[in-house]
């Protein structure tokens, strides 16, 4: 097959699905795995496609977002082993800030249960309250795809507290961008939240980094990024000065 027809061939599995993985493009295509990466490359090169660990991910536009069911399924094993990691900064009597986040999710099950936690992630409610945790809802305009409490009523809930810590997720997260996400008002509680902070985490598996979004709620050098030992590759590229990143075990 010809390097037109492969490419074309590549694009248009892309359109049926939002994800595909390297093993599939080979077996789909019939070529050898190095050609195939050298292929995504190219149209990662172009603009026509992201790669992603293990294969390639479509191009979304910067206010596209994924419901909170879908991005729960991403990537879960890595959410899952940095939600460990933040959970194992969180100490007892802590005051603690959480988003709605997905991978800020999996911290939950990990974290000591003497502390307060303030949230705007609506389907962080139950899991905390079975975890023994001092919960607080912020308050606000529920989003219905991310489950997120959001707007006016959720600022002034938050303009009230002081935290310990807080933890964010983060759509993208660019070295010149610093970190964002599609929508302003959810940007508005993550930066407030960030403000209202002694420490600020921002929980992102590699498959964030160098990506970029609508709004922006923080520079890269306002948090630590807690993130896994695959993204450490990725990370060489960033500013020396940037590169305030713990990583999971």
């Known amino acids: 097959m010809l390097e037109q027809e492969r490419h074309k061939k590549i694009l248009q599995l892309l359109e049926e699905r939002p994800v595909i993985r390297l093993q599939e493009l080979i077996e789909n295509i019939g070529a050898s795995e190095s050609t195939i990466r050298r292929d995504l490359i190219e149209l990662e090169h172009r603009k026509r496609l992201k790669r992603v660990h293990g294969g390639a991910s479509?191009?979304?536009?910067k206010l596209a977002e994924s419901s909170m069911a879908e991005k729960t399924s991403k990537n879960l094993q890595e959410k899952q082993s940095i939600?460990?990691?933040?959970?194992s900064l969180v100490q007892p009597d802590d005051t603690i800030y959480l988003d709605a986040g997905s991978t800020v999710y999996e911290m939950i099950r990990h974290l000591p249960p003497a502390i307060t936690v303030v949230t705007n992630g609506i389907t962080h409610l139950?899991?905390?309250?079975e975890a023994g945790c001092k919960?607080?809802?912020?308050g606000g305009t529920a989003?219905?795809?991310?489950?997120?409490?959001i707007g006016r009523g959720a600022l002034s809930a938050l303009a009230r507290y002081r935290f310990d810590k807080?933890?964010?997720g983060v759509n993208a997260l660019h070295p010149e961008y610093g970190l964002t996400t599609p929508d302003e008002e959810e940007a508005a509680v993550k930066e407030m939240a960030l403000s209202l902070s002694r420490e600020?985490?921002?929980?992102a598996d590699p498959s964030k980094f160098f990506e970029v979004s609508f709004a922006r709620f923080a520079e890269l050098d306002e948090v630590t990024v807690l993130s896994t030992h695959g993204s450490l590759e990725t990370l060489q590229s960033f500013p020396e000065s940037l590169k305030r990143m713990v990583t999971s075990p």
Not at 83 to 87: F, K, S, T, V, Y
């Open 135 to 138: 919960t607080i809802l912020t």
């Open 58 to 61: 479509r191009l979304q536009g």
């Open 166 to 168: 807080c933890f964010l």
């Open 126 to 129: 139950d899991a905390l309250l």
């Open 200 to 203: 600020s985490y921002a929980l």
């Open 143 to 149: 989003k219905p795809s991310t489950k997120a409490l």
């Open 83 to 87: 939600g460990r990691l933040a959970a």
